[in-house]
C-alpha cells in the first residue's frame, strides 16, 4: 500500500511539448517500462489552455473537481462529470480560467502501455535541441532541409522508444462523458454502512471505475485482485490500514493486496480498477 495526499505531493509543470498554463499534483506512479505503468495526477489549469486534435496510445479517466473544461469540438465536461478518453480516439482541449481534473493515464488494452513522465519531460527537452514544439506539434528540418511535421506527444514517444508509434484502433468514435450523480448508490450485503455506484467498466483488460460512499464509522475493504487499484478520497476523512487519509488523499492498492477504509468521518471515495495483463512485465 501507498499513500498519498494531495497538500504534501511534489508539483511538476508542463512537458516542452505541450503549451504552458497547466500543472500537476504527482499523486502515484507505476513502474517505469512496465506494461501496466500508470500516473494518478491532479491536473490544474490557472489560464487558457489549448491542445490541438491529437489521439494517445494509451487511456485516460478524468474527474472534474473544480470549473470545466471543453474538447472534441465544443463538448463541455462539467465539475462532477466522469470522462473517459480511450486510445486511439481523437480528441482536442480546451480550458478556460481556474479547473482542477483527477487525471489517470495507464495503459489501454492494446497493451502499448504508458510513458512516463519523466522520459516524457526529459526526452521532450532534449528535442528542443534539434526543433521547436509549438501549438502541441513538434517541427524539425531532416539533413536534407525538409520540413517535418508531428503531434508532440507521438514525437517525444518515438524518440523514447526508437520506432514509429503505431496507433491502435479506437473502441469508441468520441471521449465517453458520464453523470455520477445519475447513478444510483446500492448498498453492500453484509457491509454495513457502505454503498457504491458503478460508473463504468470499459475494456477486456478490466478497466473499471466507482463511487463507495461511508458512513462514519464504517469499514470497506480494497482488493488488488487481480489487478492494480487506486482510490481517491473525494469527501472525508478516515484511516486506510491505520493510516490517515483526508479529503484529496490517493491510496495505492498493489496486485493480491487487501487495504481496509475505514471512515472517521462520512467519506466518498472514487475508486479505479487498473487493467490487468496476465503478465505485466518492463516491454
Known amino acids: 500500500m501507498i499513500i498519498s495526499h494531495r497538500d504534501s505531493a511534489p508539483t511538476r509543470g508542463t512537458s516542452d511539448h505541450r503549451p504552458g498554463g497547466i500543472g500537476f499534483v504527482a499523486l502515484l506512479s507505476g513502474e517505469v517500462g512496465a506494461v501496466d505503468n500508470f500516473d494518478l495526477s491532479i491536473s490544474i489549469t490557472t489560464g487558457d489552455f489549448f491542445t490541438p486534435r491529437h489521439r494517445h496510445n494509451f487511456d485516460q479517466v478524468r474527474y472534474i473537481l473544480q470549473g470545466e473544461f471543453s474538447f472534441d469540438r465544443g463538448r463541455v465536461q462539467r ?7 480511450c486510445e486511439g480516439t481523437y480528441y482536442e482541449q480546451k480550458g478556460v480560467g481556474q479547473t482542477e481534473t483527477l487525471l489517470l493515464q495507464c495503459a489501454g488494452a492494446s497493451g502499448s502501455g504508458y510513458m512516463s513522465f519523466d522520459q516524457l519531460y526529459t526526452t521532450a527537452h532534449k528535442l528542443t535541441e534539434k526543433g521547436k514544439f509549438e501549438d502541441g506539434v513538434y517541427t524539425w528540418y531532416d539533413a536534407q532541409g525538409k520540413k517535418h511535421n508531428l503531434d508532440g506527444y507521438q514525437a517525444v514517444w518515438e524518440e523514447v522508444n526508437g520506432r514509429k508509434l503505431e496507433y491502435p484502433q479506437a473502441r469508441y468514435d468520441a471521449a465517453v462523458l458520464l453523470n455520477p450523480e445519475s447513478f444510483a448508490w446500492v448498498p453492500l450485503k453484509c457491509v454495513p454502512g457502505v454503498a457504491v455506484r458503478e460508473l463504468g467498466h470499459f475494456n477486456e483488460r478490466g478497466l473499471a471505475v466507482e463511487e463507495a460512499t461511508l458512513d462514519a464509522g464504517a469499514r470497506y475493504d480494497v482488493s488488488g485482485a487481480p489487478s492494480r487499484n487506486l482510490v481517491f478520497v473525494l469527501e472525508g476523512e478516515g484511516t486506510a490500514n491505520g493510516k490517515a487519509l483526508r479529503k484529496h488523499s490517493a491510496v495505492q492498492v498493489e496486485r493480491g493486496e487487501t487495504v481496509a477504509i475505514e471512515a472517521g468521518s462520512p ?17
Open 79 to 85: 465539475e462532477g462529470q466522469l470522462g473517459y478518453f
Open 267 to 283: 467519506m466518498v471515495l472514487f475508486r479505479m480498477r487498473l487493467p490487468f495483463f496476465a503478465q505485466a512485465i518492463a516491454a
